[in-house]
């Protein structure tokens, strides 16, 4: 892919070098090599864990789910000359399902944000008040029944 970029006038000429004699995919082309080193350490220190850059990733992919889509319905308007109905039709389609991946992966952002930012739902901090009394309910439930069966001391 860099050589045909290379060969557009895309990037600019590269150190290429070749890694076997018998196959000649493989190769190794150092500035590329930082670039992604340079782009995976920027991803560390922007998404800090995995869960986030988990998200940020499914964003990308329904991101590119979307954008694909776009491209083909224009390349089978202008190029192949689909009728509207059937432009529309597709794009309804499998639009509407992109577009509801996306949107769910951006509700994950954003739930993420108001959780971190301490602006949850009402309905999760009562889920979570109810919760902490009935975990505290039955610790003393189990400390009465324990010390209901115990004999008291005698002696030192």
Known sequence: ????????????????????KSEGGQIYIP?????????VLALILIFQTSTKLATAYGLAVTGTFLLTTSLFLVLA?????????ALILFGVIV?????????????????R???SAGLRSHHHRHHDDLATRYRLHRQAAAERRGSAGRLPRLGP
Not at 5 to 20: K, Q
Not at 77 to 85: E, G, K, Q
Request: aromatic share 10%; glycine share 6%.
């Open 1 to 20: 892919m860099s050589s045909e970029a290379t060969r557009l006038g895309l990037l600019p000429r590269l150190s290429v070098r070749h890694t076997s």
């Open 31 to 39: 500035e590329i090599n930082w670039i992604l080193f340079v782009g």
């Open 77 to 85: 308007h202008r190029a192949w000359h689909w009728p509207m109905w």
């Open 95 to 111: 639009g509407g399902v992109e577009l509801s991946i996306f949107a769910a992966n951006l509700l994950k952002i954003a739930s």
């Open 113 to 115: 944000r108001l959780d």
